[in-house]
């Protein structure tokens, strides 16, 4: 009798794809405690409790089913840096209970679209772009939390407002209705030990705090600098790669 070859039968249904989902599931959930071990090693370190640090998982390049299950692993901060892709996660998700930060560079036409899903917008540069989100928010009867992108290495492309100009910057968001002032923003730059940097975006926090006290966050630390980012006050870490895996492309 011929032994029916299962793997060329095309009329036979697939198999329920809970076993990969499973799978993957597994996997985040071993990433996630890898990181919250991090970050719990990094406070104790210099004596943080841990509650004070936010874990933004930044799920770029990722499908929304990665989303739904961080979601179901206790992660409610989403992060994003590109807007298209953001909207549609978050449209997927929408039954979830998320927090969507966007991360990434933000072109000022494309402010509203992202006032509409994002309750945070870390990238916060320019006056232009407060004004665009002021209107936003306005008119969709919005609140939103900005962080001031301060920028540490003079970079061109990576967006951020220099240390002298970010005050200026604070100080419109503040003025700003429909805008929450919360604190500010910096990806170490590339390349060089991330302590300075981070050292100069606590400086910054400081001043812009002492101006307006309720800008209490200072969103810093990825991969592979999050212990030196909480070393030096982070209150958000925007974690990737660690939790999701390696990207494709240099994003
Ligand atoms: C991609 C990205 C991250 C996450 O970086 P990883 O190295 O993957 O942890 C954090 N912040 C911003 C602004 C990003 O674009």
């Known amino acids: 009798m011929p032994c029916p070859d299962v793997h060329s039968d095309a009329s036979r249904p697939p198999e329920p794809d809970t076993g990969s989902a499973e799978h993957r599931r597994s996997q985040l959930a071993a990433n996630l405690a890898v990181v919250r071990e991090r970050i719990r090693q990094a406070c104790e370190r210099v004596g943080r409790d841990p509650g004070e640090v936010t874990l933004v998982a930044v799920t770029k390049t990722f499908p929304a089913a990665d989303v739904r299950l961080l979601a179901g ?33 933000l072109q000022v036409n494309k ?12 990238s916060v540069d320019r006056f232009r772009l407060v004004t665009a989100l002021g209107r936003a928010a306005a008119d969709l009867e919005r609140s939103v939390r900005c962080l001031v992108q301060v920028d540490l290495a003079g970079e061109v492309g990576r967006g951020g407002a220099l240390p002298a100009e970010a005050l200026e910057v604070a100080d419109t968001v503040a003025a700003t209705p429909g805008l929450e002032l ?65 990207r494709p492309s240099n994003r």
């Not at 402010?111 to 870390?122: K, M, N, T």
């Not at 600098?225 to 660690?242: N, P, S």
């Open 73 to 105: 692993l206790g992660v409610g901060d989403i992060g994003e840096n590109r807007h298209q892709e953001a909207e549609a996660k978050a449209a997927a998700c929408a039954d979830l209970d998320l927090t969507w930060h966007f991360v990434g560079q």
């Open 111 to 122: 402010a509203r679209a992202v006032v509409r899903y994002a309750s945070v917008i870390h």
């Open 182 to 246: 919360a604190g500010v923003m910096a990806v170490a730059p590339f390349g060089v030990p991330p302590g300075p940097a981070f050292a100069r975006l606590a400086d910054v926090a400081a001043e812009v705090q002492a101006r307006h006290t309720g800008a209490t966050w200072i969103s810093a630390g990825m991969s592979g600098d999050l212990e030196t980012a909480i070393e030096h006050g982070a209150t958000h870490v925007r974690v990737g790669r660690r939790l999701l895996g390696e």
